[in-house]
């Protein structure tokens, strides 16, 4: 990486730490001037979209993204939201899409993030040749406890974001420490129904006690929708995280994956700000649409039908 980049991203990490700062004192009001210049300076088509859409949601009255962006603030480490915030909308949207453009012209794969497992055998070669060519984004489904082995191989990385999906059972107060000392990860619990179990409960509580900006990550099929939406499951999840992937099973039916997207987007319209709800496969196609021809995700071979991660 040139002098360029790193320059542009040290300015970047400043900027954020300082809009952090403002937004903490003086709260909405320099949340809609940060949101407003970002706008103006936007060149990029989905950064565009993506602040146009903010200014309209931040022009509501007590709008309930900033009521999530006051809960980020207070429960999330400083370093972890510039440092992910940084990663992935300059690194992997902005400088990374160039150079993945350039790949993809030159014939070579170009994945702006990249699915695979905690015990690929080849992870560590395969970041290595992302990042040469611009992939700095990585979703990990952990088949086990954390590993030294994997911390270290992210800590090596660190211009890179990794969305490490962890089954609760594996997650024990030592791992959420450790995960507390990475900036450049955001941990999800893995959940194969709509509802918390003991081991859910506590696998969220030992991520809050290290500030990480964590989610659920909830992988369902057609029979679990109606469950998955009712209010009193979300009010409780609500608690624990300020965030919710929703990822379809291998084999959901056409129509069921497009209820699952209607019911997300209509959550967002009517969010109160204590939950956000992500729809994986339809987000991450609307992200890859704005992407330059051919660049778009994939899938290690690793990943079977029956992990979470495989779509």
């Not at 207070?74 to 899409?97: K, P």
């Not at 993809?104 to 080849?122: I, K, V």
């Not at 990550?217 to 499951?233: G, N, P, R, T, V």
Request: hydrophobic share 40%; glycine share 4%.
């Amino acid at each position: 990486m040139g002098l360029d980049y790193n320059s542009t991203r040290i300015f970047a990490m400043t900027l954020g730490r300082r809009a952090i700062d403002d937004v903490r004192r003086d709260g909405l009001r320099q949340l809609r001037n940060y949101v407003d210049m970002c706008a103006f300076l936007a060149k990029d088509p989905l950064a565009r979209t993506f602040f146009d859409y903010a200014q309209t949601v931040l022009e509501q009255p007590d709008p309930p993204y900033y009521i999530m962006t006051q809960r980020l603030i207070r429960t999330v480490s400083e370093n972890t939201l510039c440092t992910l915030g940084v990663n992935f909308g300059f690194g992997c949207m902005l400088y990374g899409s160039e150079k993945l453009a350039e790949a993809a012209r030159q014939g070579l794969p170009a994945a702006w993030l990249t699915f695979s497992t905690s015990d690929d055998p080849e992870l560590a070669t395969e970041i290595e040749k992302a990042e040469s060519s611009g992939s700095y984004f990585w979703c990990l489904y952990l088949k086990g406890p954390l590993s030294t082995a994997l911390t270290e191989l992210i800590t090596r990385h660190p211009q890179s974001v990794f969305h490490l999906v962890i089954e609760p059972e594996y997650l024990t107060k030592s791992g959420a420490a450790e995960l507390g000392k990475l900036p450049n990860v955001m941990p999800s619990v893995y959940l194969k129904s709509p509802s918390l179990t003991p081991a859910a409960r506590e696998a969220f509580t030992f991520l809050s006690e290290h500030h990480t900006l964590q989610a659920a990550f909830l992988h369902l099929d057609a029979s679990q929708l109606e469950e998955a939406f009712q209010s009193a499951w979300l009010e409780e999840l609500a608690r624990y995280t300020p965030a919710c992937i929703f990822s379809r099973k291998a084999g959901m039916p056409e129509d069921a994956s497009e209820d699952l997207r209607r019911r997300i987007w209509n959550d967002r319209l009517k969010a109160d700000g204590q939950l956000f709800l992500i729809d994986l496969e339809s987000d991450l196609a609307v992200i890859s649409s704005h992407m330059p021809m051919q660049v778009s995700t994939r899938v290690r071979p690793i990943i079977s039908p029956d992990m979470p991660m495989y779509h």
